[in-house]
């Protein structure tokens, strides 16, 4: 088998995956020497596919490949839901790092792809609502923020985002600015 395309990319549940010429392989376990083992997608379906590939930690050089029984009539993810996969784990990475709301994160990531892949219908049909993905996008912002406090003292300022203004000014300076005026 000729290895056209490799990559890692995370799952909707953010567990990597590995994408080898559009078949997918998840992360079936790993051994304390830094070996992975990965399934194919299709492993427990109804196509019963024992494809596997192994490899030394999270990188994309492959140690074996084993295609023991792997027809041609193997299901291949279309590179469209392939994108699909990978916007849906850059919303959720700009989830955690931007303070703009998730809805306009996905808005501006959705016209990224149809921009990319110009297949506005195609992409309409793949895209998944925003409402079925958004709880998991606000579970990986709250990852990053930290608990209210219950007392001033309990105030963290170390974060960046809580000592600098939307213009990457300090906050400080321009509350003690304020206060002189």
């Given at each position: 088998?000729?290895?056209?395309?490799?990559?890692?990319?995370?799952?909707?549940?953010?567990?990597?995956?590995?994408?080898?010429?559009?078949?997918?392989?998840?992360?079936?376990?790993?051994?304390?020497?830094?070996?992975?083992?990965?399934?194919?997608?299709?492993?427990?379906?109804?196509?019963?596919?024992?494809?596997?590939?192994?490899?030394?930690?999270?990188?994309?050089?492959?140690?074996?490949?084993?295609?023991?029984?792997?027809?041609?009539?193997?299901?291949?993810?279309?590179?469209?839901?392939?994108?699909?996969?990978?916007?849906?784990?850059?919303?959720?990475?700009?989830?955690?790092?931007?303070?703009?709301?998730?809805?306009?994160?996905?808005?501006?990531?959705?016209?990224?792809?149809?921009?990319?892949?110009?297949?506005i219908e195609g992409v309409s049909k793949k895209i998944p609502k925003i409402e079925n993905k958004q709880k998991g996008f606000y579970q990986a912002r709250r990852e990053n923020m930290p608990l209210l406090p219950k007392k001033t003292l309990d105030i963290d300022l170390t974060l960046r985002r809580f000592n600098t203004t939307s213009y990457s000014e300090n906050f400080f300076?321009?509350?003690?600015?304020?206060?002189?005026?």
């Amino acid at each position: 088998m000729e290895i056209k395309k490799l990559e890692i990319i995370n799952s909707t549940k953010e567990n990597p995956m590995i994408n080898l010429n559009n078949l997918i392989y998840y992360k079936n376990q790993q051994r304390p020497d830094g070996i992975i083992y990965w399934r194919c997608k299709f492993y427990h379906s109804e196509y019963k596919y024992p494809a596997s590939l192994t490899t030394t930690g999270l990188n994309t050089e492959i140690s074996s490949l084993r295609k023991k029984n792997h027809n041609l009539e193997h299901p291949l993810l279309d590179d469209l839901t392939i994108n699909v996969l990978i916007m849906c784990d850059t919303v959720r990475k700009r989830a955690r790092s931007e303070q703009v709301p998730i809805r306009q994160i996905f808005r501006s990531e959705v016209n990224k792809l149809v921009v990319k892949t110009q297949d506005i219908e195609g992409v309409s049909k793949k895209i998944p609502k925003i409402e079925n993905k958004q709880k998991g996008f606000y579970q990986a912002r709250r990852e990053n923020m930290p608990l209210l406090p219950k007392k001033t003292l309990d105030i963290d300022l170390t974060l960046r985002r809580f000592n600098t203004t939307s213009y990457s000014e300090n906050f400080f300076l321009i509350l003690i600015m304020t206060l002189q005026l």
